[in-house]
């Protein structure tokens, strides 16, 4: 077996030569790609229908594709980095406190709601238009590509990458299908065609390609679904406390534009009992072990109870909506009496965590039915802090040791007067409002407040009532109610990206003939060439293996060159194949 090189000439033949060989690969050297040919427009000639050509053109080529998916990314970046309004109001607010400066350019910018400013929707909407521009045409290309056969083989076979020769006793035809055979059972899409085998391999490239760019649209079109009909609420419940998927049950609700109140999905449930368990020793201590939240729920109005667990990050899913367990706090029972010996108020109180040790803030409002120690009707209000494990009287403030409950300890400082609730602005139930309250007095003239364990009572001075802290103290739990529509299908675009990208860097897309003729002495010359899409040592290998077994099929024949006379002293190389 040996191969052929091409012969010099001057520089003038070389050219002609040059153009001439590739005009002769033709189809031969075409369609290895569905990518379009970009031609350098003719400027002076361009009118209105040239330029609009001409702009269409370069917004579906990949070039353009890969900047504005560059630019996507880049402007996500401030929406991940600048409070978004449509998140967290409250830090958006506190930015602009702290950034007196900077906020009415982020304003202007949009910067505060970038996933639905003017600019970040212009790329979002380009990007889409380039992806179906530039897949349209090379969908239905490459369809017709498979409903066609693999091109000819060129006239000069020796102008390609990878090129091997010999000749053999076999006849052309044998040669041509024994080579067909071998294609075929390679899996090459192979046919004759004229005096040449002609076999293709490699389409799952261009497959994996497409099925990159239509798994991108799939993204964007559930991106953007999701973001339009999306919602997203939180609710925080007391043990034994229930919820029902209405607008008024949560406590903080936003969605997408295009949520409307109708698409809540209709189910309730009912927290049972909240378990969560810490590390007691080593450098993890305090850290949670277990935290999982036993409810009931149903489905619909008049659906069958069921029982479920909720875990962090097994959350709760009922018809298109994920109830996640996000947070959690403790609730002691606070029983408040007037002056009487009534009670006006006995209820669980949520507190709100400050730290990992769950030491925690809250505020205890009475509201109505209470009268002080002269008959005249008043509110009550106590600041309370709250801590599950005390360090102690005289071993430091009311900061909590560990997470769990080994050593409750509940600070109350009392008020009285007017909590405002009536003035129609919005306040927090985690805070009290002092402004129109009076401080209870102690002895000292100064603000009455005291420590409470479980079981005890906090006598109001003058007589003004009490205030117990009882034995039973309730946990409360957390949870985020999401409705994400298009998820499912984001998920599988993602996944399909991924494929096809893979497929399309890792499998390359090549060509390769088997030309067989007979030559002026009679004896058949047999020629293989092969072509990829680009530059890669996987042709010459896979073209060397096809020649080696073909070889085995069509063995060589001596050249007419060769002297058939052996010189006795001429001793072959160890390994070298006999000519």
Avoid at 287 to 305: F, M
Wanted: net charge negative; hydrophobic share 40%; charged share 20%.
């Amino acid at each position: 077996m040996s191969t052929t090189d091409t012969g010099k000439g001057t520089a003038a033949q070389d050219d002609n030569t040059a153009v001439r060989d590739d005009n002769e690969l033709g189809a031969a050297g075409s369609q290895l790609s569905t990518a379009p040919r970009e031609d350098a427009p003719n400027l002076p000639s361009l009118g209105v229908i040239g330029w609009a050509r001409w702009f269409w053109r370069q917004l579906t080529s990949m070039r353009v594709a890969l900047l504005l998916l560059f630019l996507l990314s880049l402007g996500a970046i401030p929406g991940s980095l600048i409070p978004q309004s449509g998140t967290d109001e409250m830090k958006v607010e506190k930015f602009a406190q702290d950034h007196e400066t900077l906020t009415p350019i982020y304003e202007k910018l949009g910067l505060f709601h970038v996933y639905s400013s003017v600019w970040f929707s212009a790329i979002y909407i380009l990007l889409f238009v380039s992806l179906i521009g530039c897949i349209v045409p090379r969908t239905w290309q490459f369809v017709g590509q498979l409903r066609g056969r693999p091109p000819g083989a060129p006239r000069r076979l020796t102008r390609l990458p990878a090129y091997t020769t010999w000749r053999t006793e076999a006849e052309p035809e044998q040669v041509r299908e024994a080579a067909l055979t071998l294609l075929k059972k390679r899996r090459f899409r192979a046919h004759t065609a004229g005096d040449a085998v002609a076999a293709e391999k490699g389409y799952l490239r261009e497959v994996g390609n497409l099925a990159f760019h239509i798994a991108l649209i799939v993204m964007l079109i559930a991106f953007a679904w999701g973001q339009l009909f999306k919602s997203e609420g939180n609710k925080l419940i007391i043990e034994g406390d229930g919820f029902a998927n209405t607008l008024t049950q949560y406590d903080d609700f936003k969605s997408g534009n295009l949520f409307s109140n109708d698409n809540l999905n209709p189910f309730s449930f009912t927290l049972k009992d909240f378990k969560g368990t810490y590390a007691r020793t080593g450098p993890n201590r305090g850290t949670p072990r277990i935290y999982e939240a036993a409810v009931n729920y149903s489905e619909g109005a008049d659906g069958e109870e069921k029982t479920r667990t909720i875990e962090v990050n097994e959350p709760l899913k009922i018809d298109g909506s994920n109830v996640y367990l996000v947070s959690h706090g403790y609730a002691p029972v606070v029983t408040v009496r007037d002056a009487k010996g009534d009670v006006v108020f006995s209820q669980a109180v949520p507190m709100l965590p400050l730290d990992a040790n769950v030491t925690s803030s809250g505020a205890i409002k009475v509201l109505d039915g209470y009268t002080n120690a002269k008959g005249q009707k008043e509110q009550l209000g106590f600041n309370a802090f709250f801590v599950p494990t005390f360090a102690g009287a005289g071993q430091g403030q009311m900061q909590s040791q560990f997470p769990a409950l080994d050593f409750p300890v509940l600070a109350l400082s009392a008020y009285h007067g007017d909590l405002g609730v009536n003035s129609g602005l919005p306040q927090s139930v985690y805070q009290l409002d002092t402004k129109n309250m009076k401080e209870f007095k102690d002895s000292k003239g100064e603000l009455f407040k005291q420590r409470l364990l479980p079981g005890e009572t906090m006598k109001l001075p003058n007589g003004a009532g009490s205030v117990t802290f009882e034995k039973d103290i309730k946990e409360w739990a957390g949870f985020q109610v999401t409705q994400q529509p298009g998820s499912g299908w984001a998920l599988a675009g993602a996944l399909t990206a991924i494929f096809g990208l893979a497929a399309s860097l890792f499998i390359q897309r090549r060509r390769v003939w088997v030309r067989a003729t007979a030559g002026p002495d009679g004896v058949t010359v047999v020629e293989m060439a092969g072509l990829g899409r680009s530059e890669s040592a996987k042709v010459p290998e896979e073209l060397g293996d096809l020649a080696a077994i073909l070889y085995d099929t069509a063995p060589g024949a001596p050249d007419p060159d060769a002297d058939p006379t052996p010189d006795p002293q001429a001793v072959p190389a160890e390994g070298a194949e006999p000519k």
